[in-house]
C-alpha cells in the first residue's frame, strides 16, 4: 500500500486525540520473524522494523508528525540488510519529518514542556516482573513533568482500526486466495497420513503463491482433535474414516486470512458425519442470513445456538436447549485484519467490519469434531463472504479429491 493509507490512518487517530497532546508508538518489538512488528506501529506508517519510534503532536490543533529510524549501520547490512533510508522512511510512511534515533529524547523533551497529554500503547504484555518500555517511558515522562497526564492510546486504535479501509480489503482478500491455494494443495493430498504431513502442504503452496507468513499457528486436527479448538501438536496418524479439522491462513503484507475447513481423510464423508457437517453449513449460512449493520456478534452467536438446539433436538443429540454447549463453546465471529483476532471496538457492526463466521459442532464421543469457518465483510445492506471461493459443501469437498486422485 502507498503513503496515502498511512496518512489516512494517521488522521484517525489525530481526530480522536486531545489537543495539546503527543502520542508515542514503539515498533520495539525483536523478532525472527518480520510480520511480529507491533501492527499499530505499521498501522500509522506502513514500516516493518524494530526499535523505530513515531510521535505524532497535536498542539493548537496544528499536527506534526515526527519519525525516528536507524542510521545506515555497514557491519548490519553486511549480515542481515539495511534499514530503511530516511528518504526510504519517508516515502512509505508520508511522514517528513524524519530523524535518527539518538535525536528522539531531545525533540521529545523539547515537546513536552507544551504538552497536557501523552498517549502510550500499553495494551502489549511484558513479563510479570518486568516493565513494558511504555511503562518505563511513561514513569519518565511523569517523573520530569508531573502535569502531563498518561494515557492509552490502544482505545483510539482499535476505534480506528475497526473499519477496513479498501485498500485493507484489498490486502485481506490476497491473503484469502493465497489461503485458498493451500487449502487446495491439501485436498490433491489427502489420504492417511500424519497430521503435520498434510499441513506441510499447505506451507508450500502458500509461501509459492507469495504469502508473507502465517495469520496464526495451523490448526489440523483429525479424529477427536477436532474437538480441542486450540490443537496445535499436529503429531497424530491420520486415519481411513477420520475427519481432519483445518483452521489455517495466510498472511499478506501484514493482513490475514482465517479459514477452516473439514475434510474427510478417506474422501468420502460417512452418513453420519456428513448429517453433522450440514448442520454446522445451514448453522453458518443462518449466521450469513443476519450478519448486516447493526447486529452484534454476540446477537449472532444467539442465533447460532438456537439454531444448533433446534437442529440437535431434531436429530436425537440433546433434549434440552442448554445442551448446545457440550457440543458448541465457542463465539461465532471476531474482527479480522492485522491481527485474526483484531483489534477493534465492540459495538454493533457497520459497513466495513471484517468478521469471521465460524459455526462447529464437536462429538467428542463419536470423533468428529467439525468447524467451517469464513471471512466476511459487512456491507451497506448485508455482507459479502469474501472467502466464497473456497469450496465447502460435501458435493464439491467429494468431487474435489475424487478429481485428484483421478477417480
Known amino acids: 500500500m502507498d503513503s496515502k493509507e498511512y496518512i489516512s490512518n494517521r488522521e484517525k487517530l489525530y481526530n480522536q486525540m486531545e489537543d495539546n497532546s503527543l502520542m508515542i508508538i514503539l515498533s520495539n518489538l525483536k523478532s525472527q520473524f518480520k510480520n511480529e512488528v507491533q501492527r499499530n506501529f505499521y498501522y500509522l506508517t506502513g514500516i516493518i522494523e524494530e ?9 493548537n490543533q496544528k499536527v506534526t508528525e515526527m519519525l525516528f ?8 547490512a553486511k549480515w542481515v540488510g539495511t534499514n530503511l533510508s530516511k528518504e526510504e522512511a519517508k516515502i512509505k510512511s508520508g511522514i517528513f519529518s524524519i530523524y535518527y534515533l539518538e535525536e528522539w529524547k531531545k525533540v521529545l523533551y523539547r515537546l513536552l514542556p507544551e504538552c497536557t497529554w501523552v498517549y502510550l500503547d500499553f495494551n502489549r ?5 518486568n516493565l513494558s518500555e511504555e511503562e518505563v517511558l511513561a514513569k519518565e ?12 492510546a490502544h482505545p483510539l486504535f482499535a476505534k480506528a482500526r475497526t473499519i477496513k479501509s479498501k485498500k485493507e480489503i484489498e490486502q485481506m482478500r490476497k491473503a484469502i486466495d493465497i489461503t485458498q491455494k493451500g487449502i487446495e494443495a491439501i485436498l490433491n493430498h489427502i489420504e492417511p497420513m500424519m497430521e503435520y504431513q498434510l499441513e506441510s502442504y499447505f506451507d508450500q503452496a502458500i509461501k509459492y ?4 507468513g502465517y495469520a496464526f499457528t495451523t490448526i489440523a486436527a483429525s479424529g477427536k482433535n477436532g474437538c480441542c479448538l486450540h490443537y496445535q501438536d499436529n503429531n497424530t496418524f491420520m ?3 477420520d475427519l481432519v479439522l483445518f483452521d489455517l491462513g495466510a498472511h499478506y503484507q501484514m493482513y490475514c486470512a482465517d479459514i477452516s475447513r473439514t475434510f474427510p481423510v478417506n474422501g468420502r464423508f460417512s452418513p453420519r458425519q456428513k448429517e453433522i457437517y450440514e448442520i454446522v453449513l445451514r448453522g453458518q449460512e443462518e449466521v450469513f442470513q443476519h450478519a448486516k449493520p447493526g447486529i452484534t456478534t454476540k446477537e449472532l452467536n444467539q442465533i447460532l445456538i438456537q439454531f444448533f438446539a433446534k437442529e440437535l433436538k431434531r436429530i436425537g443429540l440433546i433434549q434440552e436447549d ?12 471476531h474482527h479480522i485484519g492485522l491481527d485474526c483476532h483484531d483489534l477493534c471496538e465492540y459495538t454493533p457492526l457497520r459497513p466495513g467490519c471484517v468478521i469471521s463466521n465460524e459455526p462447529g459442532l464437536y462429538i467428542a464421543e463419536e470423533n468428529i469434531g467439525i468447524r467451517i469457518e469464513d471471512d466476511v465483510l459487512i456491507t451497506e445492506n448485508g455482507c459479502e463472504n469474501l472467502s466464497k471461493g473456497i469450496l465447502k ?15
Not at 529510524?69 to 548490519?76: M, Q, R
Not at 503463491?209 to 508473507?212: D, E, F, K, V
Not at 459443501?393 to 477417480?407: L, M
Open 141 to 152: 515522562i511523569k517523573e520530569k513533568n508531573p502535569w502531563i497526564s498518561i494515557r492509552n
Open 51 to 59: 526499535e523505530d519510534i513515531v510521535m505524532l503532536y497535536k498542539h
Open 393 to 407: 459443501t460435501v458435493e464439491e469437498i467429494e468431487a474435489f479429491i475424487a478429481k485428484g486422485k483421478g477417480k
Open 209 to 212: 503463491h507469495g504469502a508473507t
Open 239 to 241: 486415519k481411513d474414516g
Open 69 to 76: 529510524v536507524h542510521p545506515y549501520d555497514e557491519y548490519k
Open 125 to 129: 504484555q511484558d513479563s510479570e516482573t
Open 322 to 333: 442448554h445442551e448446545v454447549s457440550k457440543y458448541y463453546y465457542h463465539g461465532v465471529s
